[in-house]
Each structure stands twice: as C-alpha cells, then as structure tokens.
C-alpha cells in the first residue's frame, strides 16, 4: 500500500482516525518513523478546514507503532495567524507517537537572509541506476541512487538523492515530511560495530509554502555534530533538484553500541 492510499483513509474534519501501517512500511519493529510522522500531519491538517501553510513541527517518537494505531488530533490554540495543533498516535503498546504542528500565515517582513550553506550535488540518479530497498522494508517504497550506509566510513555526515517510487498526486508538505527522515541516523557512519539505533525526536521547520522539484527527486544530507553516552544529536537538511533548501531539522538519535 503506497502513502496515497494509506492518506486517502482519513476523514477531513475528524478528531480521531483508525488507520492499520502495512509491514511494508516497517523498519524492525516499528514504522519507518516519517511515515508515522505524516499520518500524524495529514490528522492534523484536517483537524480543521481553513488552516494555514506549515511552518514547524515537534515529533516525538515515543514507543513502537505497528499495524493497528488510533490518530488523535486536537487545536491546543488558534489566534489570527498562528494555529497549534497537537496530534496523539496510539498502538498496541500506547502512545507511539507526539507531535506538535505549528500553522502559520505568513506576512511581510524587512527579514530575508539565507544562511544555509549548499552541497556539491551529485548528479541526480538516472531510471537505470535507481534502487530500491527489500519489500518487507519501508526502503521498498523509495528509490535512490547507491548502498545507503556502509559502516567505517569515519564519516559524520551522510546525504544521498530519495524519492518515493509511487510520488504522483502526493501533498507536497506529506511527500516531504515522508521522505525527509530516510536517511540512517548519520552518526552510523562513525560507527565502526554493529548496534542498534533509533530516533527519539525530530524537530522540523519549513521553508516554503508549496515544495517542488524535479521528478520526486529530494537531496537528503544529515550530519553529526555531537556523539557520546549513547546519544548523538544531528543537523538535517532537504533540497530540491534546483538547489534550493526547502527543509531543516534536528534529531536526538539513541545509540545502542
């Protein structure tokens, strides 16, 4: 089942969706973690039916989620140009999931600066070099261009081109949120043994309204800044295939080697 279909079960105006993960969506034992985190976007946008364009996002990957999970969604406040949305993912274990949705019109501002400093990209993958992940892991529903981790690289930043295989017809702000968490936690390139790893949260900030690029194509880079006492902490950003930045985040990754 492709993020489409999985999208098109929720009900617009609904306070609480029911809604079963596919073990093609897993990564172990839990969903891939932006996959929950879009069904809990796509719970939120439809909490209301005037809201405005996303500007930020707090997830908290609680627990596992497998399966069978209830989605709650609910307006902790509403002011003229600002709406917080706090959304709940419940599973057979509980609570697998928080998030806090920031809405936000926009408005004029003297502020415009830019400080993001821009990659040397990669050509972007041709059809006959694309792959795919296993079809009992969430790797399955994407494509990208080479082997997405090897350890021993003493590398403390990964970044590769991703798409979705089945992206048409997608809300850009959901095609976004599903594929910016695709990478492994950048701190396995440092790692030189085998252990288990796992995001604990994931703040998220956007920096357009309406997202585009070339052919599903999203250039994903993740880099570690601090690792110690089996934790690290990680700089994300996603671009287009223009070159423009269209995503920032952080993440707090448990480390279990």
């Known amino acids: 089942m492709n993020l489409a279909s999985l999208l098109a079960q929720f009900t ?24 929950s985190s879009v069904l809990a976007y796509q719970a939120a946008k439809l909490v ?21 999970i209830e ?31 920031i809405f936000m019109n926009r408005r004029d501002s003297h502020l415009s600066y830019t400080n993001i400093a821009a990659p040397e990209f990669p050509p972007i993958p041709s059809a006959d ?23 021993g690289l003493a590398t403390n930043r990964l970044a590769s081109w991703h798409r979705l295989t089945e992206h048409e017809g997608l809300d850009p702000i959901a ?15 440092l790692m030189t043994e085998k252990g288990m790893v796992s995001s604990m949260n994931w703040q ?31 700089y994300m950003t996603v671009w287009n295939t223009r070159g423009d930045a269209v995503l920032t985040g952080m993440q707090s990754v448990a480390i279990f080697a």
Not at 15 to 35: C, D, E, F, N, V
């Open 48 to 68: 209301a039916g005037d809201l405005p364009p996303l500007q930020s996002a707090q997830i908290a990957f609680v627990g596992p989620l497998a399966g069978d």
């Open 129 to 151: 070099s694309a792959r795919s992940g296993p079809p009992e892991f969430f790797t399955g529903h994407m494509q990208y261009p080479d082997k997405r981790l090897e350890l």
């Open 12 to 35: 617009h105006g609904a306070k609480t969706h029911k809604i079963s993960i596919p073990p093609s969506w897993h990564q172990g034992r839990t969903a891939y973690g932006g996959l």
């Open 204 to 234: 998220i900030n956007m920096l357009t309204d309406a997202p585009t690029t070339e052919n599903g194509w999203w250039y994903l880079s993740s880099e570690t800044h601090h690792a110690a006492n089996g934790a690290s902490s990680q």
């Open 71 to 101: 989605i709650s969604a609910h307006i902790l406040r509403r002011g003229k140009n600002t709406a917080f949305i706090q959304v709940e993912v419940k599973g057979a274990d509980g609570v697998g999931l928080t998030c806090n949705f």
């Open 175 to 189: 095609e976004l949120i599903c594929i910016g968490d695709a990478l492994p936690p950048s701190a396995m390139g």
